[in-house]
Every structure is written in structure tokens, then in C-alpha cells.
């Protein structure tokens, strides 16, 4: 069975700090693997997009990795800010039209 | 990317009624659209696939009589919640793309909740 699983379930960071989200995925055969950032209330947005050859690739102060051999992958937010506040969703493609979701994390950043 | 659509934002009904909530693609001719249903704290899970002009493929569990689904052109889909529930309350979440197996562009989504 396809799976995705996310951690930490949710995290609390102080603005400015650096936090790295963890995806750890099942999905066979892979194609893709995108994380995605979902305010509350709104529909998911991508941030990234990696093919099993990238290992990293960066969207401003979103960073993720990928490693397909132990097929995990991580999102870091560097010097987070207010507006990062958001749910952040590992999304994995097996190449067909059925995304595997994982659970996401709720990053809360304070002031 | 492409411009998703939904409407309403959010929809407040009372048990046994029918909803439809909209979907459209702005700017992108949609030859594929999803609909989603997320649960507070929960994965998206995938309801339907509907392609224009065809019929929707219900995912398993999924009762095709209660959603319906029409995709009546490249840029329009709706979903019916027809005799709506309170177990019906949830976040709805249309996505677009141009085929199977495409990047999938999502919308905003509509917050059902029915008393």
C-alpha cells in the first residue's frame, strides 16, 4: 500500500528561527515528489518539485531534499517568518493520476 | 501553474438538502479535474476523477448517487452533495489538469458544513 507519512505531526518555531519537516514515503513505483504549503482554509499550493534524480532543490527559504534510496525526503524553512504559519503536505506521484498524501505538518511561527 | 476557482468559499445547509459547489479552471483548458474531500487534521482523499464530457470514476467508497459530478466543459466541474448530512461536513478540493498523470493545479476549497 502507497503511504506517506509526515513528522512531526506539528512544531512551533519563534520568528526568524529555522525549522526541517521529515516525509517518509512507501510509494512504488516513484515519479515524483512535491512538497505543498496549505493555509488554513485554502487549497494546497506547491513549493517544490523533485524527480528521483534531484536531491535538492531550493524555492527561497524552502529547501528540500530528496533521497530515494531510503525514500525520505525534508523540507527546511530557513529564518522563518509569520507568514509560514501554514500546514506543509508531502504529496508523492507514482506516475499515474493518484497522489498519495501524507498527514502534514502544522508549522506555527510566533513572534 | 493554472487559476483555480471554487464557489462558494463556504456553505452553511441544513440536513437532508443538496449542495453544488463549483469549480473552475481560469486560465487552463482542464482536461482533467479531481475532487477532494479533507478532514480536520486529515490527508486529502480523493473522491473523483472526472474528465470532460465523460462520466466521473468514483473512488472506492465513494457513493457516486450522493456526489455528483458533472464536467460539463474544459474549464467548469461541479460537485453535488445531494441530501447532505452532518457526516458530509468537511473541506471540499477541486485540483485541474491537462490529463492523467499531470501536475494537478488545486483550488481553494469550500467549506461545507451541514446542521
Known amino acids: 500500500k502507497n503511504q506517506v507519512e509526515q513528522s512531526p505531526q506539528s512544531l512551533i518555531i519563534l520568528e526568524g528561527k529555522n525549522c526541517t519537516l521529515q516525509c517518509n514515503y512507501t510509494v512504488s513505483p516513484f515519479s515524483n515528489l512535491r512538497w505543498y504549503k496549505q493555509d488554513t482554509g485554502r487549497g494546497p499550493v506547491s513549493l517544490t518539485i523533485?524527480?528521483?534524480?534531484?536531491n535538492t532543490k531550493s524555492n527561497g527559504r524552502y529547501t528540500a531534499t530528496l533521497d530515494a534510496d531510503t525514500k525520505q525526503s525534508s523540507l527546511h524553512i530557513t529564518a522563518s517568518q509569520l507568514s509560514d504559519s501554514a500546514s506543509y503536505i508531502c504529496?508523492?506521484?507514482?506516475?499515474?493520476?493518484?497522489?498519495?498524501f501524507g498527514a502534514g505538518t502544522t508549522v506555527t511561527v510566533r513572534a | 501553474g493554472a487559476v483555480v476557482s471554487q464557489h462558494p468559499s463556504r456553505v452553511i445547509c441544513k440536513s437532508g438538502t443538496s449542495v453544488k459547489i463549483e469549480c473552475r479552471s481560469l486560465?487552463?483548458?482542464?482536461?482533467?479535474m479531481f475532487w477532494y474531500r479533507q478532514f480536520p487534521k486529515q490527508s486529502l482523499m480523493l473522491m473523483a476523477t472526472s474528465n470532460e464530457g465523460s462520466k466521473a470514476t468514483y473512488e472506492q467508497g465513494v457513493e457516486k448517487d450522493k456526489f455528483l459530478i458533472n464536467h460539463a466543459s474544459l474549464t467548469l466541474s461541479t460537485l453535488t452533495v445531494t441530501s447532505a448530512h452532518p457526516e458530509d461536513s468537511s473541506f471540499y478540493i477541486c485540483?485541474?489538469?491537462?490529463?492523467?498523470?499531470?501536475?494537478?493545479?488545486f483550488g481553494p476549497g469550500t467549506r461545507l458544513t451541514v446542521l
Open positions: 486560465d487552463f483548458q482542464a482536461t482533467t
Open positions: 485540483s485541474v489538469s491537462r490529463g492523467l498523470g499531470n501536475e494537478q493545479f
Open positions: 523533485m524527480t528521483f534524480s534531484e
Open positions: 504529496v508523492v506521484s507514482a506516475g499515474d493520476y493518484k497522489l498519495s
